[in-house]
């Protein structure tokens, strides 16, 4: 049988405008190799990404549609969890965390600063920043539990697994790649200015 031959460009393009059942017939082309050829990091770039490579019937998926319609305008913390759980698992590839001696999980980190330390950044400094705060901010793995101190936030979770990652590599990629949906977790969103009434 004669190899078929391939570029990551086009096998990106195919692999991205695929659907589930088409991203699934490339997985089993390609078995362990897919990774290797097509890491995660380029199969994965949007929440809809992350549905295609599970599919419906994940359990993640399936938890995410059974209540999107009721969160579509409210509740953007809910809503983020369920759809960072399908991104996690997504980019995990299969992986989940045992709980075992030496096992390590990751999880994407944010420090909060204030508008006057954010200014004092270098450009580059500023490109990674997502968010700004007065004191500082901790993540420690899943569900969010928040403390305020001197109006910013600490955040601290020690017992979720939900958001773990498998490397540091896919933490950071996460952190970055989808932190809109970590600040709907983290924060509340500014309500809209009230109209004057006449």
Not at 21 to 41: D, M
Request: glycine share 4%; aromatic share 14%.
């Amino acid at each position: 049988m004669e190899a078929i031959q391939f570029n990551k460009e086009t096998l990106v393009a195919v692999y991205g405008n695929c659907n589930a059942v088409g991203r699934k017939a490339i997985k089993e082309q390609f078995g362990e190799r897919l990774s290797e050829i097509l890491p995660v990091t380029d199969r994965v770039k949007t929440f809809n990404d992350a549905v295609e490579e599970l599919g419906e019937e994940h359990e993640a998926v399936k938890a995410y549609r059974a209540v999107e319609w009721n969160l579509r305008n409210q509740m953007s913390d809910i809503k983020a969890y369920l759809q960072l759980r399908i991104i996690t698992a997504a980019l995990n590839e299969g992986w989940e965390p045992q709980f075992v001696k030496d096992e390590y999980r990751w999880y994407g980190w944010y420090d909060l600063i204030s508008k006057e330390d954010y200014e004092a950044l270098s450009d580059e400094e500023k490109s990674r920043c997502v968010g700004r705060s007065n004191y500082n901010a901790n993540a420690y793995g899943g569900l969010v539990y928040s403390n305020a101190y001197f109006a910013s936030s600490c955040s601290y979770t020690n017992s979720s697994s939900r958001l773990a990652f498998k490397s540091e590599k896919l933490a950071e990629y996460a952190a970055k790649q989808f932190s809109e949906f970590y600040a709907d977790l983290c924060f509340i969103p500014k309500a809209p200015d009230a109209k004057e009434s006449k």
